[in-house]
């Protein structure tokens, strides 16, 4: 079954622009990780934020963990037409955190 | 390249065939994963290999699936008398051994249509 949910289910912003995206999950985690999916380069890891951080950054990429509310965001910045792509949260939970549990996804698309 | 690679990329069966796909992780990932998508969903998680052992089956894992990875390196997913339902994309993930990173590297899908 599908953990998380993003929000929103599709997203469509002018390239230079920000794109914000949201994660809702319903269990406790030990880790929260971002995806991205196109049909280039497949799945690849973005970001991970761990349940005690509250903000991460990576290049364009920032990531925020609400663990009260059970909830995350991405924001990219500076969007560029190469972003397109449909974008994963996954948490990571249990003892091991070996298995992720993805949401359905957000599709973005960055138009030039 | 050293990333995870699976194969055959694309597979086109009739109803009732078996299928066996392979993923070959990076070599130095002891943890291997496998994963199934349909169109407009996430990635559900099918089963976890550490080295040999399998260690979990999601209930997704019905009696005609089988998994195996016979050494600990390559692993191989076989479907039984393949349904329509079993139309999807099959992902491959490796990861490094427990304590060094939480991260997934996936491979590009094996993608199945039952006819």
């Known amino acids: 079954s599908q953990q998380g949910e993003e929000d929103p289910q599709a997203l469509s912003i002018q390239e230079g622009e920000n794109a914000t995206m949201n994660c809702s999950y319903k269990t406790s985690i030990n880790n929260l990780q971002w995806y991205r999916q196109n049909s280039g380069r497949g799945l690849v890891h973005l970001i991970l934020?761990?349940?005690?951080?509250r903000e991460k950054h990576s290049g364009r990429l920032r990531v925020t963990l609400d663990t009260s509310k059970k909830s995350s965001s991405l924001l990219i910045t500076a969007s560029r037409a190469a972003d397109t792509a449909s974008y994963f949260c996954?948490?990571?939970?249990?003892?091991?955190?070996?298995?992720?549990?993805f949401g359905k996804g957000t599709l973005l698309t960055v138009n030039p | 390249d050293t990333g995870v690679s699976q194969n055959p990329r694309h597979k086109i069966t009739k109803r009732g065939q078996n299928v066996t796909f392979r993923c070959d992780p990076i070599?130095?990932?002891?943890?291997l994963y496998w994963y199934r998508q349909t169109l407009g969903q996430g990635p559900e998680f099918l089963t976890y290999?550490?080295?040999?052992?399998?260690?979990?089956k999601s209930r997704l894992l019905s009696d005609r699936f089988s998994a195996e990875r016979p050494k600990g390196s390559f692993s191989t997913l076989e479907i039984q008398r393949t349904e329509q339902g079993d139309s999807a994309m099959y992902l491959c993930?490796?990861?490094?051994?427990?304590?060094?990173?939480?991260?997934?590297?996936f491979g590009p899908g094996t993608r199945l249509t039952v006819t």
């Open positions: 996954a948490t990571g939970s249990g003892g091991s955190n070996y298995k992720l549990t």
């Open positions: 070599s130095e990932h002891n943890r």
């Open positions: 934020i761990r349940s005690n951080e």
């Open positions: 993930a490796s990861s490094l051994p427990l304590g060094h990173s939480y991260e997934q590297y």
């Open positions: 290999f550490q080295n040999e052992a399998q260690l979990e």
